[in-house]
């Protein structure tokens, strides 16, 4: 199936990849990747399970503003993103 490209200021394609998931069980909520997040696409929130309730990690607050810029997986030291394309 064909993905959405977009072409950078010298005129090259590139494929955007836009956040699909944040592994949870990585994530230790240091709040970087939302504070580099230019288009508020993550938000961040208090963990789900009961033993870790008053500690705070990232989601996906707004899927729909991201861009596929991928600076929230570069800031991510323990590498709790993942991302695809979009199909078209």
């Known amino acids: 199936m064909p ?4 072409l ?3 005129g090259s394609e ?3 990849q836009f956040v699909s998931n944040i592994d949870h069980e990585k994530c230790i ?3 970087r990747c939302v504070k580099v997040c230019s288009q508020g696409s993550l938000g961040f929130g ?3 399970d009961d033993e870790d ?7 996906i607050g707004n ?3 991201c861009i596929g810029c991928k600076a929230c997986g570069m800031t991510c030291v323990k590498k709790a ?3 695809e394309p979009k199909e078209m």
């Open 3 to 6: 993905v959405l490209k977009g």
């Open 8 to 10: 950078n200021y010298g």
């Open 14 to 16: 590139w494929t955007p």
């Open 29 to 31: 909520g240091c709040g």
């Open 46 to 48: 208090p963990k789900d």
């Open 53 to 59: 309730a008053d500690r705070m990690q990232a989601n």
């Open 63 to 65: 899927r729909d503003n």
């Open 81 to 83: 993103f993942s991302f």
